[in-house]
């Protein structure tokens, strides 16, 4: 099992912008692929931005343009840069690895004025 540490998550004014950390230890790192998620009560958790282990990166429509994950081997960190928030952005935003299939404990992003 990997674990995996979130950090990063506030409260922010719309248009803002925010950068989320993920730790993770347990594992070699450069061998994962990295993931983070989102959820919202009453909806099912989804995809917002993967990076392979060579660095390539796939995002929803939703936040292409918008979000950018990128990772640091040195560090076994994966990091999330998230500019113009939205409202809709609001979510609980888990970080993801594989193999094996590990979660973060989640971290609180709120875009609001």
């Known amino acids: 099992q990997v674990q995996l540490v979130e950090s990063g998550g506030a409260k922010v004014q719309p248009g803002g912008s925010l950068r989320l950390s993920c730790a993770a230890s347990g594992s070699i790192f450069s061998t994962l692929i990295m993931g983070w998620y989102r959820q919202v009560p009453g909806k099912q958790r989804e995809l917002v931005a993967m990076i392979t282990t060579g660095g390539s990166t796939n995002y929803p429509d939703s936040v292409k343009g918008r979000f950018t994950i990128s990772r640091d081997n040195a560090k076994n960190t994966v990091y999330l840069q998230m500019n113009s928030l939205k409202p809709e952005d609001t979510a609980v935003y888990y970080c993801?690895?594989?193999?094996?299939?590990?979660w973060g404990q989640g971290t609180q992003v709120t875009v609001s004025s």
């Open positions: 993801r690895a594989n193999p094996p299939d590990s």
